[in-house]
């Protein structure tokens, strides 16, 4: 969920309410169908009144002659949002047994005339006075700068499936804050309630569909569980349906003045909860720290105002410091939210930043290093967009000390130094739904590492995530899209789309709703080029790639743990032991030390020779700016097997070729600090 700013017009100054909710950028009487019988993509009793869809042909099945599946995968999206932040923030529902005109209907509070659309006028500018009615006329709504009503109808995702998609990431999505501020709401505002609810109901809506079909299983809207059910619903032609979790609390895990509202059996039975009812990927943490990890910052004014609802919610604001690498967060500049400070107590004022102070102090927290490593033992994927970049560090640091795939980036919030981490793991990244001009530009940016690591692309269309879309380019565009065109694949012809008496044009009304989605890759390709577009269509095979490897994966054996270790010298104290042994007794609270001089060695003995191929260091605050790894066969003869000068502590994964060894030595060179160095734990494996 990606949130927007646009200007605002007509309105006194708006309250901390208006800037917290700009925060988050989080049928039916069948008739028998006149393709019933031979053409399997079309229902047998499609509801009557219902949306057009606009594409006909075929959709294509099975696989390349490489034996890979094809098509687009939407990353993420939010097709239940109208269920999260209190039931009344996205108006509209994706579908309904009474019909169309049912689900695409306005918010009660917004008729007659949008007079109280609070959410509509701070997101969309004006006096948020709009027409109400969606169906049949669709005056007003749905439209690509309405962030306020729903844009995911079931028969626009069919829309997007028939033109190519193939793969769609469900991210229930809602905010504990928002609908506590926002004064319409029917029903709690408890997190998790909400992500059961969406859940349950995106399964109610394959059912709605399967209904159309004739029965359980025969619709196109497969919710899977596991990659090759991923796999086998797309050689089937139909749409493969992955659920994530994109919320601020998680499992109740919020922090107040720095303390965890949350333990490690919390965050256990809420990971179980969640792989029970099909969550395989999700974020620990979005737009506020909490007791799992530190954010990404938002910038400028919208910065400070959600600033001010972090100090509301967790009684602390954002706290900054300088950078250690090329990697940044947002700067959240010194620009003034008036509305939002007079909210504050008396006495307590936002902070000033320094410039040169752009990263989240938080990173990931041990309770958050818990919940990843528990999130890694179940198979699921980890999306690090909103994660501070010391988060985000120290999570790829996890996945490479255990050779783990599973990490995702999902719509443009990770810092870009990060893509060739993210690929060299096997992970899988896809662009937020920008305009064509953009998207293609980005695109030809990190063209050559996907063809270094030979993947595909996605995008994430964060549809019902309050984020905005692609405006129109207009008519008179030099290469504007012409209709009909023919899908990627070449097996469809896809026309305007119609719903009721409104028909959407891509040129002159931009991303509107989701059944727009082929017609922006069509504008991709007619801005970008057909390359940008086949990245795009290898893109379900990339990410079920991803997926597969995340349940592929097995822990390795440590060599090292128990092992005999000795070292070139321990530090002396009184109270504890920092003896050699301590590195590698599978405890991570205990550590070797060394005495206070640059030249040191810890030294494993694995018991016999073994190929050695990676290995792990976690180190003390008393770390190596230099070092090497060596390995040897008799204690004797050593050679390096890897080595640098650039050490910056923390967690280090050393890789190399394989090579024998059954004693391997870390040789300190040059200290970071004034210490020692000291070791938490080594690790030695062989893959």
């Not at 070092?627 to 650039?646: C, I, L, N």
Request: net charge negative; charged share 20%; hydrophobic share 35%.
């Amino acid at each position: 969920m990606t949130m927007t700013q646009q200007p605002h017009h007509r309105r006194r100054p708006i309250t901390v309410l208006s800037l917290l909710l700009l925060v988050m950028a989080v049928t039916l009487g069948p008739t028998p169908s006149s393709a019933a019988g031979t053409d399997w993509w079309n229902p047998v009793a499609r509801p009557a009144p219902d949306s057009q869809i606009g594409v006909t042909g075929e959709p294509f099945k099975g696989t390349n002659s490489q034996g890979e599946v094809r098509g687009f995968v939407d990353a993420h999206n939010h097709i239940m949002a109208n269920e999260g932040f209190g039931g009344r923030l996205i108006c509209g529902k994706p579908f309904s047994d009474a019909g169309v005109a049912a689900a695409l209907k306005d918010c009660p509070e917004h008729y007659p005339d949008g007079s109280l659309a609070i959410f509509d006028f701070i997101t969309n500018g004006g006096d948020g006075k709009h027409d109400p009615d969606g169906w049949p006329t669709f005056k007003d709504w749905p439209a690509y700068d309405s962030l306020t009503h729903q844009q995911n109808y079931y028969a626009w995702v069919e829309r997007a499936w028939r033109g190519g998609q193939r793969v769609l990431v469900n991210d229930l999505v809602t905010n504990g804050v928002i609908c506590s501020v926002y004064p319409f709401k029917d029903r709690s505002c408890d997190e998790m309630t909400s992500i059961r609810l969406q859940a349950k109901l995106t399964y109610d809506m394959q059912a709605y569909i399967d209904k159309m079909y004739g029965g359980t299983g025969k619709g196109w809207f497969r919710i899977v569980t596991d990659s090759e059910q991923a796999r086998t619903v797309i050689e089937q032609g139909k749409l493969a349906v992955i659920l994530g979790v994109e919320t601020s609390e998680p499992f109740g895990c919020k922090q107040i003045l720095d303390i965890a509202q949350c333990d490690k059996d919390d965050i256990d039975a809420g990971l179980d909860e969640l792989y029970d009812l099909g969550v395989r990927s999700m974020f620990l943490c979005h737009k506020f720290d909490n007791a799992l990890c530190g954010v990404r910052f938002d910038e400028g004014g919208l910065g400070t105002a959600i600033n001010v609802g972090q100090f509301l919610s967790t009684g602390t604001f954002w706290q900054t410091e300088k950078c250690t690498g090329p990697q940044h967060d947002n700067p959240i500049g010194g620009a003034a939210a008036p509305s939002a400070e007079e909210e504050l107590p008396a006495g307590v004022e936002v902070p000033s930043y320094d410039d040169d102070a752009q990263c989240n102090k938080r990173g990931l927290t041990e309770l958050g290093e818990y919940a990843v490593r528990g999130m890694m033992q179940r198979k699921m994927m980890l999306e690090v967009d909103h994660m501070s970049v010391k988060a985000t560090g120290r999570v790829l640091d996890i996945f490479e000390s255990e050779s783990y795939p599973g990490v995702l980036s999902s719509h443009s919030w990770m810092d870009l130094n990060w893509t060739e981490r993210v690929y060299g793991l096997g992970g899988f990244i896809a662009q937020y739904m920008h305009g064509s001009e953009g998207f293609s530009a980005e695109a030809d940016r990190t063209k050559a590492l996907r063809d270094k690591y030979d993947v595909g692309y996605g995008y994430g269309t964060d549809m019902n995530g309050v984020g905005g879309w692609p405006a129109p380019r207009g008519a008179n565009a030099s290469n504007p899209v012409t209709y009909p065109f023919r899908s990627t694949d070449g097996g469809s012809v896809i026309n305007k789309q119609t719903t009721g008496s409104r028909t959407w044009d891509l040129n002159t009304d931009g991303a509107s709703h989701y059944g727009l989605v082929p017609d922006w890759i069509e504008d991709i390709r007619q801005v970008g080029g057909q390359d940008v577009v086949d990245d795009l269509f290898r893109g379900a095979e990339s990410y079920l790639d991803t997926w597969g490897a995340s349940e592929g994966h097995k822990a390795g054996v440590n060599l090292a743990k128990g092992a005999s270790a000795s070292a070139s010298s321990s530090e002396s104290n009184p109270f504890t032991s920092y003896a050699p042994g301590r590195a590698v007794d599978g405890n991570a609270d205990t550590r070797w030390a060394s005495d206070w001089s640059d030249d040191q060695w810890l030294r494993i003995d694995l018991g016999s020779t073994s190929t050695v191929k990676r290995v792990t260091l976690e180190w003390e605050r008393a770390y190596a700016k230099s070092y090497r790894v060596e390995v040897s066969t008799d204690g004797t003869t050593w050679q390096s097997a890897w080595s640098t000068t650039a050490g910056d502590g923390g967690l280090d994964t050393a890789r190399f070729n394989g090579v024998p060894a059954r004693y391997v030595r870390i040789h300190g060179l040059d200290r970071g600090t004034d210490w020692g160095y000291s070791l938490y734990e080594v690790g030695v494996h062989s893959s």
